[in-house]
């Protein structure tokens, strides 16, 4: 199972060795230990608002506004959940850590994998969270570490993200077959892209899901 | 208030409130997840993240350079690849290295 779920996870590593690295080396400007960009890693485990919150530290904004942004800037994962409520098994620390490491990547990962037949899925999603920081914390922790002597250029590895979503996207649509929802999040992500740039993530998920459910109830029997 | 407990402090917090965005809807609608419409949303809510996840990487090329031809390159790589041998891992790595080569030279 392990040697599968490392085949799974490789883009996911592909796509946070370097992120990581990256937010490691931000970090390290701060004048903190090294090790706490591990930590942050550890118990915060999200992307963008780590970065964020580089920005936010060196400025010496207030805990509150800190915590507020934080908030709404993951917030498009309060939809995440709605695809998964039956995939994590029963409520208990599993199922806690398994929300807790609920990324894009594996969001992505999750809901649209078939997993192998002889593997528990719980089991299997487990060791994909929990794969999956690790490469994070990893990439935090190289980053912050060894930010003087990067040995080897990953510039440019950050593009497994946007191939990994690429692929996924191909996988989904040749499981949905239906072009209606793919062409619902396209234009709305083209008009939150005109409209609210900077939180374009946000608003297109809203605007879609409105989008389709209101098409239900206006086209019921089609969808 | 030192430093460290003030970096400790801001830790907890994005913690938490990067944990309630997650834990939200498996609280919320763990008691509702046969109603019909839920089911249909859940349904749904992959693709679409999938079509906007695309959408949110392409927003942060530069179009105006090289930067966007090679990542447009790199995006039909990818896809051809997948089209063709529909292997994820073949064609991730085919795409990253096409990207990574062209600019880094």
Redesign the interface.
Known sequence: MIRSVI?TT??IL?GFLPLGTAFGILFQELG?PWY?AS??GI????GA??FM?VGM?GSGVG?FE???S??FL?????????????S?GAWGLR??YL??G?T?ET??LM??IKVPKEFNRERYFLLITLFSQCYWVLGCTIGALASSFLIF?T???E???????????????L??RRLL??I???I???IS?ILF?QH??LV??VL??IA??SL?FINYKK? | MS??S??L??????????????????VI??QH?ERP??K????????????????????GVQYNSAEGLY?IL??LV??SF??LVRN??L???A??LV??????I
């Open positions: 085949k490789l883009p592909f903190y706490f930590l942050m118990c915060v485990y999200a608002a780590q919150a530290l805990l800190i915590a507020i934080t908030f993951n917030s498009r994962h309060l939809f995440y959940g709605l695809a998964l409520l039956n994590f199922k806690l929300i807790f609920l894009d969001y992505a809901t649209t250029n510039e440019g590895m593009f497994a993200a946007t191939a990994l979503f690429t692929v996924l996207l191909i996988e989904q649509w499981m949905v929802p793919f619902i999040a396209f709305a992500s083209c892209l740039f374009m993530l297109s998920i879609s899901i389709i459910i239900r969808l | 430093n460290i003030y970096l402090l801001v830790f907890i917090l994005m913690a938490l409130a990067t944990y309630v965005t997650r834990l939200a809807p498996f609608f763990s997840r419409l839920l249909f949303v859940a349904k749904y809510t992959p693709p679409m993240v999938m079509t906007i996840l695309v959408m949110y990487m392409l927003k990542y790199a995006l990818t896809v997948h089209l994820a891992l064609s991730i790595f795409g990253t990207y990574m080569i062209a600019i880094q």
